[in-house]
T-cell receptor, first 115, second 114 residues
Framework: AQSVTQLGSHVSVSEGALVLLRCNYS??????LFWYVQYPNQGLQLLLK??????LVKGINGFEAEFKKSETSFHLTKPSAHMSDAAEYFC?????????????FGKGTHLIIQP | EAGVTQSPTHLIKTRGQQATLRCSPI?????VYWYQQALGLGLQFLLW???????NRGNFPPRFSGRQFPNYSSELNVNALELEDSALYLC?????????????FGPGTRLTVL
């Protein structure tokens, strides 16, 4: 079975600073990895996904993530934080052929942007 | 193109009652997933329907059930409600059942059990 660990339930950065949200996964087979964002009282919106093509994945709103198999990581970054980035971020994994289990999510990281 | 829609937005029930939640997928999507987002427990996979059939369920008791209709919309039923069923229930749809297909999420139904 696969699992996801997100380090830090809360991350606080200043506006304009680098955003780094950490995600490590555990999977016995090659995974597909996703980052979703959730704004208050809303559903999830896909930021980006890794599906075994390029290891550096660019997403919406200036976010990107790099798949590192040796580190079993898929950290999310953004060079310069905006106030509008304040939200809950979820890393998720699903294994090839494992659609039956749905997405397995991390616990989420609440991103706080300081003015 | 309309996204995934869910109804109702909010639902308040008392313990022991039944709740019915509805989901309409994006046009052309045949797979529907249900997730529970409970405080402190995170997002957990509940059920997966594809082409009208229940394909798999997560680690939830049988009182959580549902179905998918011929138009691919779906219904989640929760019987004998318990206080811990209070959560945001999210529905997602995808184009077919391939693993790499992106799941598009609806806004959710917030169920409160008193």
């Amino acid at each position: 079975a696969q699992s996801v660990t997100q380090l830090g339930s809360h991350v606080s950065v200043s506006e304009g600073a680098l955003v780094l949200l950490r995600c490590n996964y555990s999977s016995s087979v090659p995974p597909y990895l996703f980052w979703y964002v959730q704004y208050p009282n809303q559903g999830l919106q896909l930021l980006l996904k890794y599906t075994s093509a390029a290891t550096l994945v660019k997403g919406i709103n200036g976010f990107e993530a790099e798949f590192k198999k040796s580190e079993t990581s898929f950290h999310l970054t953004k060079p310069s934080a905006h106030m509008s980035d304040a939200a809950e971020y979820f890393c998720a994994v699903i294994v090839a052929g494992g659609g039956a289990d749905g997405l397995t999510f991390g616990k989420g990281t609440h991103l706080i942007i300081q003015p | 193109e309309a996204g995934v829609t869910q109804s109702p937005t909010h639902l308040i029930k008392t313990r022991g009652q039944q709740a019915t939640l509805r989901c309409s997928p994006i046009s052309g999507h045949t797979s529907v997933y249900w997730y529970q987002q409970a405080l402190g427990l995170g997002l957990q996979f509940l059920l997966w329907y594809d082409e009208g059939e229940e394909r798999n369920r997560g680690n939830f008791p049988p009182r959580f059930s549902g179905r998918q209709f011929p138009n691919y919309s779906s219904e989640l039923n929760v019987n004998a409600l318990e206080l811990e069923d209070s959560a945001l229930y999210l529905c997602a749809s995808s184009l077919g059942s391939q693993t790499y297909n992106e799941q598009f999420f609806g806004p959710g139904t917030r169920l409160t059990v008193l």
